[in-house]
């Protein structure tokens, strides 16, 4: 009856929230009677005629595209590299410290860099996005693989488990929390670096639209852009991360 | 049913941070028979778990040889571990059919299931099981790959006397249709004299057998409580060293 009602009253908070937000903004922007601050329906209305003109899902494809390229390549390599380095303990003192460099890289030079090695073209672009967020995911692999439960991986072994059936049934599972954190903060991270990355070397995509917006001092398409943007994500979110958490932790009491 | 002959020159542990070198296992001999089920007595510590782990073909440092049968190149160890070690995110069945190299046939492992008392549990997850039950599949893991050799590492350890009971006499019953070479590790002198054909006690520091006494109560009577003590006392009485080893 109780996990009744708080499932009922979860959805009800949440629809509450956005309700709010969009009052407070009403009436900021009612107050403030500036260019600077749209109100929430021109945004809407913007957002809505760069829908019908095509022009929003265009760009928001494209940046789309580039994101999905560079998350799947970063998230692969990341994981098998995180896995190697927590595995093998030479091998991870030996990379350590060129993790650390790139930790600590800023974006913005790998970005300039990149375009100035390989010119302003598309595999510079996805490039400079990889090398970003890729290791982060290394570092957050290598400590999850660090941890992974030596007992079930010794069981493993004595029933002589194949490499493809220890990691599909003891390891993947372990991994899979870290995996899906390392996912998340990768979706928040690579969208902000791709902006960017567009808006110093291509002719198309979010950034390059923001960066547009930005000289006209056009604040209501800068903001119907990212309430686009976030929602995509959001979408993203709700539809197949949280179903690929559930799923995965069925087994739990 | 399957010869296993134990045979360790050295067993060392290379000194670490501030724990110097020592020599865990050294001349120790073994020879188990078929379908013999063999139990190790010692004290804590002296160990037993690192022989079972190097007879598992889990740890590979040390020195001599271990023969499991003659015919086969890499034998099939069933291994009970003291912590049951199921995947939590399989089902119990789950758990039993990925040991499995081929696809099992169900009425087999319906019948495991059956002599254990887990048909009812067999599509639950691990974390639903009391510790009594998951011991229970660890055992039929075991037996379902129908091993060379069984290894039990103090499978009864921390379970209240009554349920301790019954999984041991629901080993037994398994045991009797499947009689495979079982190595067993035990502290307890009364439950290594309710199941083992032979006790071998062990020393420590090198860990090192020190006598090996065969079990002179018929299989049928070993469920007698009494006579189990009444031979437990004789051993006492016979062997006073026994004592400093359990």
Same mark, same amino acid.
């Given at each position: 009856m109780q996990k009744t009602l708080t499932s009922k009253l979860i959805p009800g908070a949440a629809s509450l929230s956005v309700l709010v937000f969009l009052g407070l903004w009403q009436i900021l922007a009612m107050v403030l009677h500036s260019s600077n601050l749209p109100l929430p329906e021109s945004v809407a209305l913007v957002f809505w005629q760069a829908c019908v003109s095509g022009e929003l899902p265009y760009h928001l494809g494209v940046t789309l595209l580039r994101l999905v390229v560079s998350f799947v390549i970063a998230m692969s390599l990341g994981c098998a590299i995180g896995i190697l380095l927590g595995q093998h303990k030479k091998l991870d003192a030996f990379f350590d410290n060129w993790l650390v460099i790139f930790l600590n890289v800023p974006a913005l030079v790998t970005i300039i860099l990149c375009y100035v090695w390989f010119g302003l073209v598309e595999s510079a672009a996805i490039l400079a996005v990889v090398i970003n967020k890729l290791p982060n995911v290394v570092v957050t692999v290598r400590e999850g693989t660090r941890t992974l439960d030596q007992d079930l991986l010794e069981m493993a072994r004595c029933y002589r488990f194949s490499k493809r059936k220890t990691f599909v049934h003891v390891i993947w599972p372990q991994l899979h929390a870290i995996v899906m954190a390392a996912t998340r903060s990768g979706l928040a991270l690579i969208w902000k670096i791709i902006l960017v990355v567009e808006l110093l070397g291509r002719s198309n995509g979010m950034g390059y639209q923001l960066h547009l917006f930005f000289q006209m001092f056009d604040v209501a398409s800068i903001l119907a852009y990212t309430i686009a943007f976030v929602s995509v994500i959001q979408l993203f979110e709700v539809l197949v991360l949280k179903p690929l958490d559930k799923k995965s932790q069925r087994w739990r009491r | 049913m399957t010869t296993v002959d134990i045979n360790i020159d050295s067993k060392t542990y290379p000194a670490k941070s501030r724990a110097s070198e020592h020599q865990a296992i050294a001349d120790f001999k073994l020879s188990l028979n078929p379908g013999e089920f063999v139990c190790l007595v010692g !004290?804590? *510590?002296? *160990?037993k778990t690192t022989l079972l782990n190097i007879i598992a073909g889990l740890d590979n440092d040390y020195q001599g040889r271990i023969s499991v049968g003659q015919q086969h190149a890499s034998p099939k160890i069933g291994y009970v571990f003291q912590? !049951? +070690? =199921? =995947? !939590?995110? +399989?089902t119990v069945r789950e758990n039993i059919e990925l040991v499995l190299t081929e696809a099992a046939d169900p009425s087999y492992l319906d019948a495991l299931f059956d002599v254990m008392q887990l048909t009812h549990a067999q599509h639950a997850y691990p974390e639903r099981l009391s510790l009594g039950m998951s011991r229970r599949v660890a055992i039929i893991r075991a037996f379902a790959i129908n091993p060379d050799v069984l290894l039990m590492d103090e499978p009864f350890v921390s379970l209240d006397a009554p349920t301790a009971r019954q999984v041991r006499e629901l080993l037994m019953t398994l045991w009797r249709q499947r009689p495979h070479t079982v190595l067993f590790v035990t502290h307890d002198l009364r439950e290594a004299i309710a199941l083992d054909d032979r006790l071998v006690f062990l020393s420590s520091a090198p860990m090192q057998v020190v006598s090996q006494i065969d079990v002179t109560i018929a299989r049928n009577e070993r469920e007698d409580e009494v006579k189990v003590e009444a031979f437990r006392q004789r051993l006492l009485n016979d062997y006073p060293a026994i004592k400093t080893l359990l």
């Open positions: - | !004290p804590s *510590g002296c *160990g912590n !049951p +070690r =199921l =995947l !939590p995110w +399989r």
